[in-house]
């Protein structure tokens, strides 16, 4: 029996269902990492994997980048948790707002804390309930935004989280994303809304890119109907470039949430955006939210650490990244298309997913008609081939710093196999 079998086997009767998070099962069990470092991850039986799940794209950097252990280890040594302000928490705050421009940060501890939060801010700033977000978009497993969600919800088919209140999820609204007019109609019928909640891109449903002027539109209607717009870049905030996705696309939301590559391996999560809404928060408002664990000194000296790297090295970082994605996603279309098998390949920056499907890739629906089971037949032999991606048609592959040209060769040679296996 291998190590991580066992280990799956002992978990089943201590952790439900054996995991800690859905995501991370596939059956007939998942391996069970004992180490990692650059682009590897090590599981309990000694095997290597080449990683493209990274963190689900938190390690832009890579596994235990030098730079983050050592301001980690410096921290370690001066106290793990002060419950009580420090400097570095507001040189933090600092450095986002010059990279999103806000004119407050606050520190929370992971994205579906972030977006939460966000969401009760615009909530008590308009004095309305109902929000809309946009079918497959993530936005944590809280109660408000478990509706027509991506990620593990989606691959487990969940429309509506058991659990979750009628009353909580009728004030939900769920629009179509890459769909601007049905949106607007949305828009112009109800007149209750207290924000939109968008992920910029969809990479949470594979990955699925707004279409031209579809981000432009949502913020001139939700602008014209003074609805507060979020923008959830927990994936896409420092991923996409150092000020996220509304930096590329040009448009500018009413709040953020970060989360992710932020911290480089590290829990750490923020919402930021404009004086007037931010100062809804207690203590100075009435909007409650708190915690513990916010600002931990840990945690803030890893996101110190990863935004002075990603910043200072943006001229060769996103370029690279960039690049090396480009040539994997045009070396697995000529598989593809070679094998003969429909597909469809999305990409952004350093995010990319493959979909068995003849149909573009655009929203919630097409996503959906792809071939999960090619895809877990991919996946099965990927991981045979020491290529380790996030195990769900409805994640995306994520390159990091740490990957090399030598690391794309193999993983091209383990693509190549993997796509004939899922014909």
């Known amino acids: 029996m291998s190590e991580s079998r066992r280990l799956y086997t002992r978990a089943k009767k201590a952790v439900p269902s054996g995991v800690n998070?859905?995501?991370?099962?596939?059956?007939?069990?998942?391996?069970?990492?004992?180490?990692?470092?650059?682009?590897?991850?090590?599981?309990?039986?000694?095997?290597?994997?080449?990683?493209?799940?990274?963190?689900?794209?938190?390690?832009?950097?890579?596994h235990a980048r030098k730079e983050i252990i050592r301001a980690v280890s410096g921290q370690l040594s001066r106290g793990t948790l002060y419950c009580a302000p420090t400097g570095a928490e507001t040189e933090l705050a600092e450095a986002i707002k010059k990279l999103y421009p806000s004119g407050r940060v606050r520190l929370v501890n992971t994205g579906g804390e972030a977006t939460m939060t966000a969401i009760r801010v615009a909530r008590g700033f308009t004095g309305r309930k109902k929000?809309?977000?946009?079918?497959?978009?993530?936005?944590?497993a809280h109660d408000s935004v478990l509706v027509r969600a991506?990620?593990?919800?989606?691959?487990?088919?969940?429309?509506?989280?058991?659990?979750?209140?009628?009353?909580?999820?009728?004030?939900?609204?769920?629009a179509r994303y890459n769909d601007a007019a049905g949106f607007e109609a949305m828009i112009q019928k109800n007149r209750d809304i207290a924000c939109v909640i968008i992920e910029p891109i969809l990479a949470n449903m594979g990955l699925i890119l707004p279409e031209r002027n579809f981000l432009q539109r949502v913020r001139k209607i939700t602008k014209d109907a003074g609805i507060p717009l979020i923008f959830d870049e927990v994936v896409t905030g420092f991923r996409v470039g150092p000020g996220g996705a509304q930096n590329h696309f040009g448009v500018r939301p009413d709040l953020t949430t970060l989360g992710k590559a932020l911290g480089g391996g590290f829990a750490i999560a923020a919402v930021c955006g404009t004086p007037k809404m931010m100062d809804m928060l207690s203590p100075g408002g009435d909007v409650y939210q708190a915690s513990t664990f916010a600002g931990?000194?840990?945690?803030?000296?890893?996101?110190?650490?990863?935004?002075?790297?990603?910043?200072?090295?943006?001229?060769?970082?996103?370029?690279?990244?960039e690049r090396y994605c480009l040539r994997l996603v045009a070396a697995l279309d000529d598989m593809a298309t070679d094998l003969h098998i429909p597909h469809q390949i999305n990409s952004a920056a350093s995010m990319f997913q493959i979909f068995f499907t003849d149909t573009p890739v655009t929203d919630y629906t097409t996503s959906k008609k792809a071939d999960a089971k090619k895809f877990h037949k991919m996946f099965q032999t990927l991981l045979r081939r020491g290529v380790f991606v996030a195990p769900s048609q409805y994640e995306v592959a994520f390159l990091s710093d740490a990957h090399t040209q030598d690391d794309l060769n193999r993983t091209l040679d383990a693509y190549h196999e993997a796509l004939r296996s899922a014909r």
Not at 35 to 47: E, N, T
Not at 132 to 140: A, I, L, R, S
């Open 21 to 62: 998070s859905p995501v991370r099962y596939y059956p007939p069990y998942p391996f069970f990492a004992a180490r990692s470092a650059g682009q590897y991850i090590w599981d309990a039986d000694g095997s290597r994997y080449t990683d493209f799940c990274n963190g689900y794209g938190a390690l832009l950097l890579g």
């Open 131 to 140: 929000i809309v977000k946009f079918e497959g978009c993530y936005h944590g």
């Open 150 to 174: 991506g990620s593990g919800s989606a691959h487990r088919g969940v429309s509506v989280s058991a659990g979750v209140p009628g009353e909580v999820s009728k004030n939900t609204l769920v």
């Open 296 to 321: 931990n000194p840990v945690s803030v000296s890893a996101a110190l650490a990863s935004i002075r790297i990603m910043t200072g090295s943006k001229s060769r970082l996103y370029p690279k990244l």
